[in-house]
């Protein structure tokens, strides 16, 4: 297990000026922030970081989605980070999240639902090494 993790604050969430309210969230379950970068991904850029995803019938969508704003991305840190950043974050369909989630109180809907969160300690490191260098941790 590791303690670290993972997260974006994605394109819905940055236009609709959310992204300090989310990182409050976030610094007030006690993560720390350990990288952070404001960014706007191409469509290459997030069709590599969700190739995973890329036989899906919603690759198209998400890919054009995660390219059409800025994201904010993080390494976050804090004790059993994946496990209680997915909680943070809550289900995946806002109308099934948690109250107090960062997903009941800012997403839209399924698709636009302003937070990314790494689902494993594997995808975590992979994912952050996607955005950061090195020398871009702390």
């Avoid at 990182?23 to 997030?46: C, H, V, Y």
């Avoid at 069709?47 to 904010?72: C, D, N, Q, T, W």
């Avoid at 995946?92 to 009941?104: H, L, V, W, Y």
């Avoid at 997403?107 to 300690?121: K, L, P, R, T, Y």
Wanted: hydrophobic share 40%.
């Amino acid at each position: 297990m590791s303690n670290r993790t993972f997260t974006m604050i994605k394109p819905d969430a940055t236009s609709k000026g959310y992204t300090g309210g989310i990182t409050d969230i976030i610094l007030k379950a006690g993560f720390s922030i350990k990288a952070m970068k404001w960014i706007k991904l191409t469509a290459e850029q997030a069709g590599e970081f969700y190739a995973v995803h890329k036989e899906r019938p919603f690759y198209g969508e998400l890919v054009e989605f995660m390219s059409s704003g800025p994201i904010v991305a993080a390494i976050l840190e804090k004790e059993n980070a994946v496990a209680d950043f997915r909680k943070l974050i809550g289900a995946t369909n806002p109308a099934q999240a948690d109250e107090g989630t960062i997903r009941k109180i800012y997403a839209a809907s399924i698709g636009e639902n302003a937070v990314h969160g790494s689902d494993s300690d594997e995808n975590a490191v992979i994912e952050g090494d996607f955005f950061f260098s090195k020398l871009e941790r702390f």
